[in-house]
Nanobody
């Protein structure tokens, strides 16, 4: 079992920045991919950014050039640096980990971009 706990969300003005953190614990060996997803009100959950164990990243087009995913293996933590935030980035952000064929989710954290 893998437990994922997100932190770092909150309210930010348009154009501002936030950094989300996701701390993984439990049986974290052999995690193949970690990532961030988001779900805005009335919309489907979408992939925001993923990072493989080989260091390959992938981003949804709408955040390319603004968001950056990274990890600290020593802390078993993955980060999402979000810059130039827009109101349309408002959503609940979920941390995700894939270990072999099992997918784990955090409980989610709210990010609100508003003036």
């Amino acid at each position: 079992q893998v437990q994922l706990v997100e932190s770092g969300g909150g309210l930010v003005q348009p154009g501002g920045s936030l950094r989300l953190s996701c701390a993984a614990s439990g049986s974290i060996f052999s995690i193949n991919v970690m990532g961030w997803y988001r779900q805005a009100p009335g919309k489907r959950r979408e992939m925001v950014a993923t990072l493989t164990s080989d260091g390959v990243t992938n981003y949804v087009d709408s955040v390319k050039g603004r968001f950056s995913i990274s990890r600290d293996n020593a802390k078993a933590t993955v980060y999402l640096q979000m810059n130039s935030l827009k109101p349309e980035d408002t959503a609940v952000y979920f941390c995700n980990a894939v270990q072999r064929a099992t997918v784990y989710w955090g409980k989610g954290i709210l990010v609100t971009v508003s003036s």
